[in-house]
């Protein structure tokens, strides 16, 4: 409902309830005014009877009273009237005419009482007034003696007079009267009406017109233009109302077009676009200040746990597996996923990251969209949505989030454009540690054979000989050497040197474990870490390892082939020594008794080398 048709009611309704309460009031005032008059004509009459009755006593003409009483009651107003002889009356004088005997329980109350009465019937033709007065015995001074002439006391009831008057006229005309008041009201109130709306209806439409401008304006729309009839103070506000809508919507416009570049696809909408820039501004807020942090953090495993945190402190994600994907390699590495809790996938989707949907399609996968959508779920009693982030052309990232309420996963794939924010945040970051890591490896690895460098193991081997004393590990050290390798390279050039360490490399390899480490740790001397084996275990390494390397045939060129052998050297941790390094040198030592006692065999450390200065 418009302002000014509210006014406009509201001030009728004000006006005919103030009209109508005069109207009750008169009419109430009008209708007690006229039974007071009529009750009043009632006493007057009342009055003239008595005097009539006694003037007849005195001069003894009381059996003609009767024309006198029909003269009184002929009168236009008094309908009817009788009078009622009390009981002393009838005891001196007899009962009188017919009607002089009560009528009613009213004449009856009054004789008994000594008190006027009065009774108003009325109905939709007539208003009939009935007034009942007594007469009172009295012999004060200057008044009639009644005790003179009658055997009563005073105070006595004589009698009673009962006239009944016809009133409807009164109620009539008051009737007439109120139609006239209630018509003068209507036109007063008319009157009214006009002039409220000729001089508010403007001041309605400069306020229908700021809603409609405030209702735009809550909608990111600043463009309405503001206008009214109103000069003075009312003229102003619009005016300057009208160059701040103008310079808000030149500001807002830029800065809507700005952060709609930021605004994720099928995110949360706010009710308006004030909050959603609002929203837009904080989030970037956000993500500007991780970003900052993950800069300064040392790992990519540093940032992959921030990012872990993000989504389950701001996003309360409560069950996720964030994966990162080798897309060379085809392999999927589990980065995290909540205690407690298993991957939903299949064993070999880690093997063969081809396996996932969200990974080959580059699409969010959501459970609920079809049944069994994603053949690669092992998990048929949660649902999942996952979905996938590239990083460079090596990397990629898929997160996957499960719940069992299918309503939650809906409130969950709503914030999906937010996460990705954050990973789009990380993305360089990772990028730079995922190449510095590549460096490094690159750094700490041999380029001729991909076995560990000298580097790695003198940057890593603190490392390694803690954790082993921890976990209270063993660790067999073997260093290995070519024989005669000198005399490859000066017969057959260093490219035939090259081709033995390469092959040495590969058979390296073939015959360790993924928990052990081979190292080449200069020319052609290599050294091979066992983790936790057995003296036999790394006995049999060994002679792999060195019948191996004897039965492979090197190609020298012009049909010509060559065999080569090698010394080996066994040391035990922390068996031989308390340290790595020393069991380094011990199976150093063993290697050159090997050496010098006629190479191409396999030693194994022992304490009397040194005692028997074997080396």
């Given at each position: 409902?418009?302002?000014?048709?509210?006014?406009?009611?509201?001030?009728?309704?004000?006006?005919?309830?103030?009209?109508?309460?005069?109207?009750?009031?008169?009419?109430?005032?009008?209708?007690?005014?006229?039974?007071?008059?009529?009750?009043?004509?009632?006493?007057?009459?009342?009055?003239?009877?008595?005097?009539?009755?006694?003037?007849?006593?005195?001069?003894?003409?009381?059996?003609?009273?009767?024309?006198?009483?029909?003269?009184?009651?002929?009168?236009?107003?008094?309908?009817?009237?009788?009078?009622?002889?009390?009981?002393?009356?009838?005891?001196?004088?007899?009962?009188?005419?017919?009607?002089?005997?009560?009528?009613?329980?009213?004449?009856?109350?009054?004789?008994?009482?000594?008190?006027?009465?009065?009774?108003?019937?009325?109905?939709?033709?007539?208003?009939?007034?009935?007034?009942?007065?007594?007469?009172?015995?009295?012999?004060?001074?200057?008044?009639?003696?009644?005790?003179?002439?009658?055997?009563?006391?005073?105070?006595?009831?004589?009698?009673?007079?009962?006239?009944?008057?016809?009133?409807?006229?009164?109620?009539?005309?008051?009737?007439?009267?109120?139609?006239?008041?209630?018509?003068?009201?209507?036109?007063?109130?008319?009157?009214?009406?006009?002039?409220?709306?000729?001089?508010?209806?403007?001041?309605?439409?400069?306020?229908?017109?700021?809603?409609?401008?405030?209702?735009?304006?809550?909608?990111?729309?600043?463009?309405?233009?503001?206008?009214?009839?109103?000069?003075?103070?009312?003229?102003?506000?619009?005016?300057?109302?009208?160059?701040?809508?103008?310079?808000?919507?030149?500001?807002?416009?830029?800065?809507?077009?700005?952060?709609?570049?930021?605004?994720?696809?099928?995110?949360?909408?706010?009710?308006?676009?004030?909050?959603?820039?609002?929203?837009?501004?904080?989030?970037?807020?956000?993500?500007?200040?991780?970003?900052?942090?993950?800069?300064?953090?040392?790992?990519?495993?540093?940032?992959?746990?921030?990012?872990?945190?993000?989504?389950?402190t701001k996003y309360n994600l409560k069950h996720f597996a964030l994966y990162e994907i080798n897309d060379k390699k085809r392999t999927r590495e589990l980065i995290h996923i909540d205690d407690g809790e298993k991957s939903i996938c299949y064993a070999h989707v880690d093997e063969n990251s081809l396996e996932c949907r969200a990974y080959r399609t580059e699409t969010d996968v959501i459970s609920t969209e079809?049944?069994?959508?994603?053949?690669?779920?092992?998990?048929?009693?949660?649902?999942?949505?996952?979905?996938?982030?590239?990083?460079?052309?090596?990397?990629?990232?898929?997160?996957?989030?499960?719940?069992?309420?299918?309503?939650?996963?809906?409130?969950?794939?709503?914030?999906?454009?937010?996460?990705?924010?954050?990973?789009?945040?990380?993305?360089?970051?990772?990028?730079?540690?995922?190449?510095?890591?590549?460096?490094?490896q690159t750094s700490l690895k041999d380029g001729m054979t991909g076995l560990y460098n000298r580097r790695f193991l003198e940057e890593f081997i603190e490392k390694f000989m803690n954790q082993a004393n921890r976990n209270k590990e063993t660790y067999h050290v073997m260093m290995l050497d070519v024989d005669w390798f000198k005399q490859v390279n000066d017969t057959y050039g260093h490219d035939v040197g090259d081709m033995v360490i390469v092959e040495i490399g590969k058979l390296l390899q073939k015959h360790i474990r993924t928990s052990d480490m081979a190292i080449r740790y200069g020319g052609e001397e290599f050294i091979i870490m066992l983790q936790n084996s057995t003296d036999d275990g790394a006995m049999m390494?060994?002679?792999?390892?060195?019948?191996?390397?004897?039965?492979?045939?090197?190609?020298?060129?012009?049909?010509?082939?060559?065999?080569?052998?090698?010394?080996?050297?066994?040391?035990?941790?922390?068996?031989?020594?308390?340290?790595?390094?020393?069991?380094?040198?011990?199976?150093?030592?063993?290697?050159?008794?090997?050496?010098?006692?006629?190479?191409?065999?396999?030693?194994?450390?022992?304490?009397?080398?040194?005692?028997?200065?074997?080396?």
């Amino acid at each position: 409902m418009k302002t000014k048709t509210k006014i406009l009611l509201v001030s009728a309704l004000m006006l005919f309830g103030l009209g109508l309460a005069n109207l009750l009031n008169i009419f109430l005032n009008f209708r007690e005014t006229s039974i007071a008059n009529a009750i009043e004509k009632s006493k007057m009459a009342a009055n003239i009877v008595k005097d009539g009755l006694t003037a007849h006593m005195v001069n003894g003409m009381m059996p003609q009273r009767e024309y006198f009483l029909k003269q009184i009651s002929t009168n236009d107003e008094i309908k009817s009237l009788w009078l009622v002889r009390g009981k002393n009356v009838i005891n001196q004088y007899g009962e009188g005419f017919m009607d002089e005997t009560p009528r009613d329980s009213i004449d009856k109350d009054v004789l008994l009482s000594g008190k006027l009465q009065k009774q108003l019937t009325e109905n939709i033709n007539q208003m009939i007034l009935r007034v009942t007065i007594p007469y009172t015995a009295t012999n004060q001074a200057g008044t009639i003696n009644c005790l003179s002439c009658h055997n009563v006391k005073k105070g006595d009831t004589l009698g009673v007079i009962s006239m009944e008057f016809d009133i409807s006229k009164i109620r009539t005309n008051g009737a007439v009267t109120l139609f006239k008041i209630m018509a003068m009201n209507l036109l007063f109130v008319i009157m009214i009406l006009f002039l409220i709306n000729y001089y508010v209806a403007p001041f309605t439409k400069l306020f229908t017109n700021l809603q409609t401008g405030i209702r735009k304006a809550y909608q990111g729309d600043f463009t309405h233009n503001f206008s009214t009839t109103l000069g003075g103070d009312a003229g102003k506000i619009i005016r300057q109302m009208n160059i701040l809508f103008s310079k808000i919507q030149d500001s807002f416009g830029d800065v809507r077009h700005s952060l709609a570049a930021f605004a994720p696809k099928n995110g949360k909408k706010a009710d308006n676009p004030l909050d959603e820039a609002n929203q837009i501004i904080h989030e970037l807020s956000d993500i500007y200040k991780f970003k900052k942090t993950i800069e300064l953090d040392t790992s990519k495993s540093v940032v992959y746990t921030r990012i872990v945190n993000i989504f389950k402190t701001k996003y309360n994600l409560k069950h996720f597996a964030l994966y990162e994907i080798n897309d060379k390699k085809r392999t999927r590495e589990l980065i995290h996923i909540d205690d407690g809790e298993k991957s939903i996938c299949y064993a070999h989707v880690d093997e063969n990251s081809l396996e996932c949907r969200a990974y080959r399609t580059e699409t969010d996968v959501i459970s609920t969209e079809f049944t069994n959508l994603c053949q690669g779920c092992e998990r048929k009693d949660v649902h999942h949505s996952c979905f996938f982030y590239n990083i460079n052309d090596e990397y990629s990232i898929v997160v996957s989030i499960t719940t069992k309420d299918k309503d939650e996963l809906k409130n969950i794939n709503k914030e999906i454009p937010h996460l990705r924010n954050y990973l789009e945040a990380a993305k360089p970051v990772i990028e730079s540690k995922l190449l510095m890591e590549k460096l490094r490896q690159t750094s700490l690895k041999d380029g001729m054979t991909g076995l560990y460098n000298r580097r790695f193991l003198e940057e890593f081997i603190e490392k390694f000989m803690n954790q082993a004393n921890r976990n209270k590990e063993t660790y067999h050290v073997m260093m290995l050497d070519v024989d005669w390798f000198k005399q490859v390279n000066d017969t057959y050039g260093h490219d035939v040197g090259d081709m033995v360490i390469v092959e040495i490399g590969k058979l390296l390899q073939k015959h360790i474990r993924t928990s052990d480490m081979a190292i080449r740790y200069g020319g052609e001397e290599f050294i091979i870490m066992l983790q936790n084996s057995t003296d036999d275990g790394a006995m049999m390494v060994a002679k792999n390892i060195h019948s191996g390397f004897a039965a492979t045939e090197f190609k020298v060129g012009a049909g010509e082939s060559m065999f080569k052998t090698m010394s080996i050297g066994i040391a035990k941790f922390p068996t031989d020594g308390d340290t790595i390094w020393k069991c380094i040198k011990y199976a150093d030592t063993a290697l050159y008794v090997a050496k010098d006692t006629g190479r191409n065999k396999i030693v194994e450390f022992k304490q009397d080398m040194f005692e028997n200065n074997e080396i």
